[in-house]
């Protein structure tokens, strides 16, 4: 089945302690991209990576990194988090950049930062 | 530069009755737009989306969108409304460079 998995789903941590989103996909595709979701202000891009080690800032990468060693994966790292960064986090991949084709969406990871 | 305003955060419709979730860009260039659903709890999943071939666009679960370039709209409809469709609805715009570009978002409500 053709599928971006995220992990963990939810998580709680405490300010200043370093955590990684993991997120994985199964279709051979070339883009992947992490995305914050927050109450009134809809999907916001926080990283996105054309491909394999090449990665790029989308429009609120504070406070975040990424890596793209392979293909399939493509971890979000927060290295020392903060409250202001308590969200709804998706993972997307899709098959190249081009928006003609299809994003496929993880679960969502749900993080409290407290 | 590119945007996407979903006119309403809240819709609510009584089961059986039209859906209409309202979206409006404005592009420098022929965009390309979506609208993508997410149930609670699940990712987003694409409905429909329009790259300028015909202008009213079909999608999945009896869902459509109407491009309509004189009034930059692609309000999103389904003729009736069934409490499945209770959801949050995202419009999406992409431009020319590909970088895409999410609506805020309208929760729709089902009333039985």
């Known amino acids: 089945e053709a599928q971006v998995t995220q992990n963990p789903r939810y998580l709680i941590t405490v300010t200043g302690k370093k955590l990684t989103v993991t997120c994985s996909q199964n279709?051979?595709?070339?883009?992947m991209s992490w995305y914050r979701q927050d109450p009134g202000l809809g999907l916001r891009q926080i990283y996105y990576?054309?491909?394999?080690?090449?990665?790029d800032k989308g429009d609120v990468p504070e406070g975040y990194k990424v890596s793209r060693k392979e293909k399939r994966n493509f971890p979000l790292i927060l290295e020392s988090p903060s409250p202001n960064q308590t969200s709804l986090y998706f993972c997307?991949?899709?098959?190249?950049?081009?928006?003609?084709?299809?994003?496929?969406f993880g679960q969502g990871t749900r993080l409290t930062v407290v | 530069a590119q945007s996407v305003t979903q006119l309403d955060s809240h819709v609510s419709v009584s089961e059986g009755t039209p859906v209409l979730l309202r979206c409006n860009y404005s592009?420098?260039?022929?965009?390309?737009l979506f609208w993508y659903v997410q149930h609670p709890n699940k990712g987003l999943q694409l409905l429909l989306k329009y790259t300028s071939a015909a202008t009213l666009v079909k999608g999945i679960n009896g869902f459509e969108a109407e491009f309509k370039k004189s009034e930059t709209s692609f309000h999103l409809t389904k003729p009736s409304a069934h409490m499945s469709d209770a959801a949050e609805y995202f419009c999406?715009?992409?431009?020319?460079?590909?970088?895409?570009?999410f609506g805020k978002g309208t929760r729709l409500h089902i009333l039985p």
């Open positions: 997307a991949s899709s098959r190249t950049a081009d928006m003609n084709t299809e994003a496929f």
């Open positions: 990576s054309m491909n394999v080690e090449v990665t």
């Open positions: 592009s420098s260039y022929s965009p390309s």
């Open positions: 279709m051979n595709h070339e883009y």
């Open positions: 999406v715009v992409s431009d020319q460079n590909d970088k895409i570009i």
